[in-house]
């Protein structure tokens, strides 16, 4: 009964190499998020989608982009991947609108760039 | 802008322990403050939560107090388990009021081992 899923659970990409991470949800939650996590530090937010809405955080690289197609769905498309994107993506969804509800989070993708 | 500091890790325990995991926040607003839980080969999920000065957050016999005047929200539990080996994440958010999303700060999380 998985409510996030994140596919696949590790990812091997070449430096420069388009590289897409997905993300789905079965709980009709209105907002979306992804965030990156790095080897022992703080998961940061990288970006998230209200409904249609995309909210990208100012210090995002622009090498980073998301899309959301419908509800259940949300792609981390990484253009053009750098030996410092190696990280763990985090997808997490809320219902939205009060702003301290509960994120539900998927287990990850492990990410890594040869 | 926002930031959470935690305490230095790994912890280590013998089982029945008492376990205290500090966390501090900076943030301009009227944070809420959250625990959230990683066990092995899953994602990240909510532990507690509190949302306005004094209140108390608790779950699963852990507990934590939101204190504005010193800004903090420890995490405590009374007698660990072998089964609360995890990594702690105390995060916040700023999220202006209603209708706002609930955008995270993360603290670095901290590496919890109980021991038999």
């Known amino acids: 009964d998985a409510m996030v899923i994140q596919n696949p659970r590790y990812q091997v990409t070449q430096f420069g190499k388009p590289v897409t991470l997905s993300c789905s949800q079965t709980?009709?939650?209105?907002?979306m998020y992804w965030y990156q996590q790095k080897s022992s530090q703080a998961p940061k937010l990288l970006f998230h989608?209200?409904?249609?809405?995309?909210?990208n955080e100012a210090d995002t690289p622009d090498n980073f982009q998301s899309r959301r197609p419908n509800t259940s769905f949300c792609f981390l498309d990484i253009r053009s991947p750098g030996l410092g994107d190696a990280a763990m993506y985090l997808c997490?969804?809320?219902?939205?609108?009060?702003?301290?509800?509960?994120?539900?989070f998927g287990s990850g993708t492990q990410l890594s760039v040869l | 802008g926002d930031s959470v500091t935690q305490m230095e890790g790994p912890v280590t325990l013998s089982e029945e322990a008492f376990l205290t995991i500090n966390c501090t926040y900076t943030?301009?607003?009227?944070?809420?403050l959250f625990w959230y839980v990683q066990y092995p080969g899953e994602g990240l999920q909510l532990l507690l939560k509190?949302?306005?000065?004094?209140d108390k957050g608790s779950n699963k016999g852990f507990e934590a107090t939101y204190r504005k005047e010193t800004t903090s929200f420890h995490l405590e539990k009374g007698s660990v388990q072998v089964s609360d080996s995890a990594v702690y994440f105390c995060?916040?958010?700023?999220?202006?009021?209603?209708?706002?999303?609930?955008?995270?700060?993360f603290g670095k999380g901290i590496t919890l081992s109980v021991r038999p």
């Open positions: 709980l009709n939650h209105n907002v």
């Open positions: 995060a916040l958010s700023d999220h202006g009021g209603a209708g706002a999303n609930s955008k995270l700060t």
């Open positions: 989608y209200y409904d249609k809405d995309f909210n």
């Open positions: 509190a949302t306005k000065a004094d």
């Open positions: 997490a969804t809320s219902r939205g609108g009060t702003g301290n509800e509960k994120l539900f």
């Open positions: 943030a301009t607003g009227y944070p809420s």
